[in-house]
């Protein structure tokens, strides 16, 4: 009976150690964590591995965005170089500043800072704005409005 009950024990034990042993640690499934100091030292700040994959998409699809701006504003500025009438100055102007939008929409994305996911989120939306807006300028700038 003694021996039984041993043995019985034993193998609890054994199966018990095992099930705890292969069971996954859920509490960081797949993100990794990065703890970052300030200046300061004093506060820190987490950061997961989902933010940053977050962030390359977000950069990858603005950077294609941007891209296409730029083969738009050339594309313009071909249509106004072949055109047989004299360029109109205020059409030069407008072509120029959306191209001073677009480069300063290329320097916002290449100078972020991701500090905290409040000013991501702030930074994607006011981002998303932007360029939704400079996309319409440059449509609205190619439609003839005149009657």
């Known amino acids: 009976m003694k021996k039984s ?11 018990g150690t095992t099930l705890v042993s292969c069971k996954e640690n859920t509490e960081n499934k ?3 964590v990065e703890v ?13 591995a989902t933010q940053n994959k ?14 296409e701006n730029d083969m738009r504003i050339a594309e313009l500025k071909v249509k106004m170089n ?5 360029a109109d100055s205020t059409y030069k102007k407008k072509i120029a500043q959306l191209e001073e939008r677009n480069a300063a929409m290329k320097v916002k994305i290449q100078s972020y800072k991701d ?10 939306t006011e981002f998303n704005h932007d360029m939704n807006e400079l996309g319409s300028a440059l449509k609205d700038l190619t439609v003839d409005n005149k009657k």
């Open 5 to 15: 009950i041993y043995t019985l024990a034993t193998a609890l034990l054994i199966t």
């Open 36 to 48: 970052i100091t300030n200046d300061d030292g004093n506060s820190l700040m987490v950061k997961s």
């Open 30 to 32: 797949g993100e990794e």
């Open 54 to 67: 977050e962030w390359e998409a977000f950069k990858v699809n603005t950077d294609s965005l941007i891209n």
């Open 82 to 86: 072949n055109t047989s009438k004299a």
């Open 115 to 124: 500090d905290s996911s409040q000013n991501w989120d702030s930074f994607k």
